[in-house]
């Protein structure tokens, strides 16, 4: 069910034109003068955050002071290399195209993420392809336990709960992908002595759903503060392409498909930003309820869902520790 | 008759017991090796893991293997639900009703940690 009363959506809503002007006066103050870098490196993947922040960078940097990457893999869907190519044309920037896949091949990411596969899935094989899921927030009460479904050269869907090796052993391997896109950024930062912009947005940041020290590394992150909804108003106001605004999240990082939904958040993000909001102003289940058009159960979970995301996006957030 | 019926049924009740007893301190010991890093502090049989923030997803997946392995059981998707599975207490009423549904389960187990290698 999705949020529909004019209540909801006004929670939510921003002014784009002064949105933009107090983020581009930051990006100017952080780049520039806090971090005294000449421009911004930033990874685009043809989503919604990576855009606008490539669009508000050019906007406060000026687009010859921004480097766009584009850093595709081997499971990687051709049409997020399509879209990341009309933000650079969009704003005239300077793109290049990185594919990583030697570099994780080398690393044995797909090697060692197979054989966590096959740990579940004995016949596993180089022509199947895979993602892992969660249970939806409603399915009847049950822990968020990952599966991994996996589709056979013939067409064949298996879908299998995850033992914890196979879970940690799949996880660890994937995670090269965003370490290593991390580390070419850096390369281009270095290079060119810009600074990385991070692209999370607020819902990503507090839930901890990023890579630590993968796309949760940064010298800076501008759209850390707003909900994704509020993320496509400035889209829409900015003017990222028509394509990129329609295409549903997605994590890109698995051979099938998946929806950021059913690898993280078990809600769609119109809700979740709902939930997140109505948690951290103190609206109570029944009024978040009645304004959103979720029942009351769903909000219920959904809170509860909220803190303990964020008991492990703790760790993921804490920078080195060092003794006094 | 009486005399005979005591004979029988309070060693029965005392081996229950007994095995409720092992059990409770069999998962309280993981949960403490495994999550408080063996430090056992103020955990209590029925402290919600949930509220207390000891256990996460992976957390879940660790301890449905445990179980799995330690008691013979199968954990069905339906009942990987915080009724079953969120203090001590609540995971042994849990083991206890997996094995009453599985007799055989039961007293494969009960012989196998009683140390008895018997089939």
């Not at chain 1, 996996?150 to 067409?155: I, K, L, N, R």
């Not at chain 1, 896109?181 to 607020?202: F, H, I, S, W």
């Not at chain 2, 092992?22 to 893991?49: A, C, H, P, W």
């Amino acid at each position: 069910m999705k949020p529909n009363g004019a209540a909801s959506s006004d929670l939510l809503r921003l002014d784009p034109e002064l949105e933009t002007e107090r983020i581009t006066n930051w990006i100017r103050a952080t780049v520039f003068h806090a971090l005294r870098r000449k421009g911004a490196v930033i990874a685009v993947s043809g989503g919604i955050d990576s855009s606008v922040v490539a669009f508000l960078c050019a906007r406060s940097l000026g687009n010859e002071r921004i480097q766009l990457l584009f850093m595709p893999e081997a499971d990687s869907s051709p049409h997020s290399l399509q879209l990341g190519r009309m933000v650079a044309d969009a704003l005239n920037a300077k793109s290049v195209l990185e594919d990583i896949s030697p570099i994780l091949a080398g690393a044995g990411c797909y090697q060692r993420r197979d054989d966590a596969i096959r740990l579940v899935v004995p016949e596993y094989g180089p022509e199947y392809k895979c993602k892992i899921v969660l249970p939806g927030l409603l399915d009847a009460g049950r822990y968020a336990i990952f599966s991994v479904v996996v589709q056979s050269p013939d067409g064949r869907m298996t879908k299998v709960r995850l033992t914890p090796d196979a879970y940690l052993g799949i996880v660890a391997a994937t995670n090269f992908k965003q370490r290593t896109r991390k580390m070419m950024e850096y390369y281009y930062a270095d290079l060119l002595q810009y600074a990385v912009a991070g692209t999370p947005n607020l819902l990503e940041y507090d839930q901890g759903f990023f890579v630590k020290n993968g796309d949760g590394a940064a010298d800076f992150k501008p759209i850390a503060h707003l909900y994704k909804s509020q993320v496509y108003q400035l889209a829409a106001y900015l003017g990222v392409p028509e394509d990129i605004l329609r295409r549903p999240p997605t994590t890109d990082t698995y051979t099938l498909e998946q929806s950021q939904e059913e690898f993280y958040f078990t809600l769609p993000y119109e809700q979740m930003d709902l939930c997140l909001y109505g948690k951290d102003h103190g609206i109570s289940t029944s009024d978040l309820a009645r304004a959103s058009g979720m029942t009351e159960d769903l909000v219920d979970r959904a809170y509860h869902m909220i803190e303990a995301k964020r008991k492990v996006a703790k760790y993921l957030h804490a920078p080195s520790l060092t003794m006094d | 008759m009486f005399g005979r019926q005591r004979l029988v049924v309070v060693p029965t009740k005392i081996a229950q017991v007994g095995g409720l007893v092992r059990m409770l301190q069999t998962i309280r010991k993981f949960v403490i090796d495994n999550y408080l890093f063996g430090e056992e502090g103020t955990l209590s049989d029925e402290d919600s893991f949930m509220e207390t923030g000891i256990i996460d997803s992976t957390g879940i997946l660790e301890l449905v293997r445990f179980l799995e392995s330690t008691y013979s059981i199968t954990v069905t998707d339906e009942e990987l639900i915080p009724d079953n599975l969120d203090s001590v207490s609540k995971i042994a009423s849990y083991i206890l009703m997996k094995q009453s549904a599985s007799p055989q389960t039961a007293q494969a187990h009960s012989f196998r940690s009683s140390g008895d290698t018997r089939p």
